[in-house]
């Protein structure tokens, strides 16, 4: 004959260590969206860092870059759409490569709208990447007052943000899956 002796105050342990342990439990969801957070925040610097420009970027665009937790579901993302609040101005003028009373250069002074946009901060101009990353049709001069006309060219696609994107998120998977299993570790009950 066979004798199982049962600790209940064991069993009830563990199960309490479980339930603790599941992404249901608002402590343990809270703490996967603080280390989600960190990965992602890591993520878009590898972006931010990754995005090259011939001129070097002296408005900062790189920094428009943003990331996104999800609230209902345990996730984020790295995008580049735009922010939902204004992040004030940006004091760069671009250099003038005229001399005093030399003649050339653009006589026509900027309007409000041109003047506007080149004065966003750095984390407004989103846009900015996005017509690099997409490309935009052949943009004209003269539909704003009708003063100008003329053809400014286009911008071709250069397609550059999935891959940076793409590459700093598997790193992020990876990075993420070991804390979180270091996190669980914690959580779980370990025999004594």
């Given at each position: 004959m066979f004798q199982f002796e049962v600790n209940d105050a064991?069993?009830?342990?563990?199960q309490k260590a479980l339930e603790a342990a599941l992404s249901t439990n608002p402590k343990t969801e809270a703490v996967?969206?603080?280390?989600?957070?960190?990965?992602?925040?890591e993520a878009r610097q590898q972006v931010m860092q990754s995005i090259r420009f011939k001129n070097g970027d002296p408005r900062g665009a790189a920094r428009a870059v943003r990331t996104a937790v999800y609230k209902k579901v345990l996730g984020a993302n790295i995008n580049i759409f735009n922010s939902r609040k204004a992040h004030g101005q940006n004091s760069y003028e671009p250099p003038r490569t005229l001399r005093p009373g030399q003649r050339g250069g653009n006589r026509v002074k900027r309007g409000p709208l041109t003047n506007r946009m080149m004065h966003y901060a750095p984390q407004d101009r989103g846009m900015i990447l996005r017509w690099v990353?997409?490309?935009?049709?052949?943009r004209t001069a003269g539909t704003r007052g009708g003063k100008l006309s003329g053809n400014r060219g286009s911008i071709a696609p250069r397609n550059f943000f999935r891959p940076l994107g793409d590459r700093a998120l598997g790193t992020m998977r990876d990075n993420l899956a070991t804390a979180i299993e270091e996190e669980m570790a914690k959580l779980l009950p370990h025999d004594k």
């Open positions: 064991v069993i009830v342990e563990q996967l969206r603080k280390i989600i957070r960190k990965y992602v925040l990353n997409s490309g935009t049709d052949d």
